[in-house]
């Protein structure tokens, strides 16, 4: 059940543009081009890709997000369906993430200010200097600030950034259209797919298209402060992956077709702008769109750190409650109703962050991979309580969830295998070791073994996403020990075995049960 005392104070609107002001931020400033330098013009497909797929993960989302909307909720749902084990990975795979996504929104707020300053980002390097990081942990803080105050003026700060962030990126893509697009780019440099679709699958993962989109559950962790969860919470969902796949997607359009011969004349893995869009711009004589991109490129990174300070504390807060973090990390701010302890922490564990990923490419690889293993468990969950707890309303109920959750599952694993090795050794590996924590709790009897026996598939199946990314195809960095295609169909087969394997393993949890019994006496 969701801890007594947060603020119920967001509405459709807010919690919609919560997950808007989520995926909006750095990635559209720098997604188009690195997508772009792996890809080509395939990256637009690899959007689409990349799309399709949070969208069916979406679905499950917003199915689980109305029939329990509970704070920090991609955690509670795995606790629900298969006990502390899966709930654990789930949640420390995505707090991995999401603890490091408010510094580099941070990062991607100082290269662009670079522009200006010239002395916060070094281009040789691709890192910040000492004066970049100073400011980057400067504004870390800054987001920590905002939510400290509570969730009424995060949420009055994020609407209002993220109209700015819808309008400014949509008019741009528009612009640079117009005034300046060259058609002969989508088949330049070796025609539209470069370097064949094993790219396209690649980018994905690699190149920021996961690290924007992820953003979408960020009004999944803020159910606890919805006024109307049951009702706003799916629609919110929904409507948050709709809007920013067709702005993501609109813009990789205007990058490609708006780049200049010159700029390709080393063609697609040699792009290197430090600001794309507004460089762009200037080369299509907008030179007052430069302007106004350069002072955008401040606020809507700042949005998405914002948001992600504000929804991490709550995935925090739910680790502690399901009973694997101290109970501290549960204390609430007597006056603003925050999780104090949680913010706090998680501010001081990104300003670390900070130092071994000094620049927005070195971090986005791994923020990505430990991200969508946050996803995998959605889809299982969501069909593992249709069975266990069929008496629970939903709001919402998915058609065709037998379909769409191993589809949604599957479609997640090979995101994270796509990525390429090392960075799914990194993070998977990040992810693995965390489990000492776990039996750190379970060694001092906060567990029961049926736990294990739950969560044992899940373990397993990340262990074989690592070893498989090792010596998978060589497009995705592997020792090409089992080669393309074949090294994706195989994993697609294991990855629907590990989908039944974890059905069979979910079970009517204690805390299921009890709030279950909370619902119907109206006590949840």
């Not at 199915?63 to 629900?80: C, D, K, S």
Request: positive net charge; glycine residues 10%.
């Amino acid at each position: 059940m969701k801890p007594v005392g947060l603020k119920r104070d967001l509405s459709l609107l807010d919690l919609t543009f919560v997950g808007v002001g989520g995926i909006i931020g750095s990635g559209w400033l720098l997604a188009s081009q690195v997508a772009a330098s792996v890809a080509g013009p395939s990256a637009i497909v690899s959007w689409l890709i990349g799309g399709i797929a949070i969208i069916l993960v979406a679905l499950v989302y917003a199915e689980l997000a109305g029939a329990l909307p509970e704070a920090g909720g991609t955690v509670r749902y795995p606790q629900y369906s298969h006990g502390s084990l899966v709930s654990f990975i789930i949640g420390w795979g995505g707090w991995l993430s999401w603890v490091a996504t408010p510094p580099a929104e941070a990062e991607a707020i100082t290269q662009y200010a670079n522009n200006f300053a010239h002395i916060l980002y070094n281009d040789k390097t691709g890192l910040l200097t000492l004066s970049g990081l100073i400011v980057s942990i400067l504004l870390t803080v800054l987001f920590f600030v905002l939510n400290y105050f509570g969730v009424k003026l995060f949420a009055k700060v994020n609407t209002t950034v993220t109209w700015i962030k819808f309008v400014i990126p949509v008019a741009t893509a528009i612009l640079i259209m117009v005034f300046g697009f060259h058609g002969g780019n989508f088949v330049a440099h070796g025609g539209f797919f470069p370097d064949g679709f094993s790219a396209t699958l690649m980018a994905i993962g690699s190149s920021g298209i996961i690290f924007s989109l992820q953003g979408f559950r960020q009004a999944v962790e803020l159910a606890g402060e919805a006024r109307n969860p049951k009702r706003d919470l799916p629609l919110a969902v929904i409507l948050t992956v709709l809007i920013c796949v067709a702005i993501y997607v609109l813009l990789e359009i205007a990058f490609v077709g708006a780049l200049s011969p010159a700029m390709l004349a080393k063609g697609w893995h040699s792009l290197n702008l430090d600001a794309p869009f507004a460089e762009l711009a200037v080369a299509v004589n907008l030179g007052w769109l430069a302007i106004i991109l350069q002072a955008d490129a401040m606020v809507s990174p700042a949005g998405t750190g914002l948001v992600y300070t504000a929804s991490t504390a709550r995935g925090l807060l739910a680790m502690a409650e399901n009973g694997y973090l101290p109970k501290a990390f549960l204390k609430l701010h007597p006056k603003w109703r925050v999780p104090i302890n949680a913010l706090i922490f998680n501010m001081i564990i990104g300003i670390l962050t900070l130092l071994p990923f000094s620049s927005w490419s070195k971090i986005i690889s791994f923020v990505s991979v430990t991200g969508v293993i946050s996803y995998l468990l959605g889809p299982v969950a969501a069909s593992v309580l249709r069975r266990t707890a069929p008496e629970i309303e939903r709001p919402v109920k998915i058609g065709g969830l037998s379909v769409v959750s191993p589809l949604a599952f599957i479609v997640a694993g090979l995101i994270v295998y796509w990525t390429g090795w090392p960075n799914t050794g990194y993070a998977l590996g990040a992810v693995v070791v965390g489990l000492l924590i776990y039996f750190y709790y379970y060694s001092k009897g906060n567990f029961r073994a049926r736990h294990l026996r739950a969560g044992l598939w899940l373990a397993v199946y990340l262990l074989f996403i690592i070893v498989w990314s090792y010596v998978g195809s060589k497009s995705f960095g592997g020792k090409n020990w089992v080669g393309a295609p074949w090294d994706t169909i195989i994993f697609a087969i294991v990855s629907l075995g590990a989908f039944a394997w974890g059905m069979r393993s979910g079970y009517r949890t204690e805390e299921i049960a009890e709030t279950s019994r909370q619902i119907a006496n109206g006590e949840y």
